[in-house]
């Protein structure tokens, strides 16, 4: 797969916790618990294509600064190509994720400038239109490139997170837009076969799928509803980046030429495996692994 990746990057601090809430203590001591990647969505999707073997432009914002320095660093050691991504905000974005063993975690993101700056699509017109997918984040600077990559008929893939109400203001312009749709069963406030029917209803996407974590992955495609049950591959680390790493797979599976069902079942296993990692950056598989995993069940 061509694939246009446009998101945030950041630089992201991972500790874990004994449980939440969090109980009061002046300091804890941890060894090899905390730790610092390259991360934010763009990354993390950009990463796992790659590591499946699809050829992707990354599109963002980094600060001129020294994270801002590292991220370029990092991409470039992973083979990502980075003519695309901008240092013109004041400083690069950070995170820091709370994580305990039961899977629950907390982030916290600074954004820092980010929200306030834009992409023109004019600047990477040629590649959107030659993309197999625009993989467009639902940041400020993709509401223009999403517009424009649907309106030029271009396979258009968001994730909106965490969404409890669907007519959600700053989502609306990627839901409007998005050829297929992803979201976590996080914050939704009915049952998620009821949310994902009215979310169609409204803006009849070709593909919607809401990761449940444990519970698995649900699709809807042409008014029918299927379940994925959850991959456990008998380990979990760090459950953070599992949704954009399912959102990836699916995506390249999807593409190659996988009908929804079957690229959802590859994708769920893709999640699984990854997170016995920890990091939202780390812990991708080979399509070969997925492969092996599908032909034993």
Do not use: W
């Not at 980075?82 to 975690?105: F, H, M």
């Not at 080979?286 to 032909?295: D, L, Q, R, W, Y």
């Amino acid at each position: 797969m061509k694939a246009i990746v446009s998101g945030l990057l950041n630089i992201e601090t991972t500790a874990p916790v004994e449980s939440f809430p969090i109980s009061y203590c002046p300091i804890k001591f941890t060894f090899n618990g905390v730790t610092s990647n390259v991360s934010g969505v763009g990354c993390n999707i950009a990463k796992a294509l790659t590591v499946l073997g699809d050829n992707v432009d990354l599109i963002s914002l980094i600060g001129d600064d020294d994270d801002g320095e590292r991220i370029i660093k990092d991409l470039k050691r992973s083979g990502i190509k980075t003519d695309l991504i901008s240092a013109e905000l004041n400083n690069t974005p950070t995170s820091v994720i709370l994580y305990a063993s039961d899977g629950k975690r907390q982030v916290y993101c600074d954004l820092k400038d980010i929200q306030e700056h834009y992409i023109s699509p004019e600047k990477v017109m040629d590649k959107l239109r030659s993309a197999d997918a625009a993989i467009l984040c639902n940041i400020n600077f993709n509401r223009e490139l999403i517009k424009f990559a649907h309106k030029n008929s271009v396979l258009t893939a968001t994730d909106v997170h965490v969404l409890s109400n669907i007519e959600d203001e700053y989502n609306r312009d990627f839901m409007e837009n998005a050829d297929i749709l992803f979201l976590s069963d996080e914050s939704l406030p009915c049952p998620p076969d009821i949310f994902i029917k009215q979310i169609y209803d409204r803006y009849h996407n070709r593909i919607i799928v809401i990761g449940m974590g444990p519970k698995g992955s649900m699709l809807l495609e042409n008014g029918n509803i299927s379940v994925i049950p959850a991959y456990s591959s008998g380990k979990v680390i760090n459950t953070v980046g599992a949704g954009d790493a399912l959102f990836s797979a699916f995506m390249h599976f999807f593409v190659k030429g996988h009908n929804a069902l079957d690229a959802l079942k590859r994708a769920v296993i893709f999640a699984g495996l990854k997170i016995r990692f920890n990091g939202a950056s780390v812990g991708f598989s080979e399509e070969a692994e997925i492969e092996t995993i599908i032909k034993k069940q």
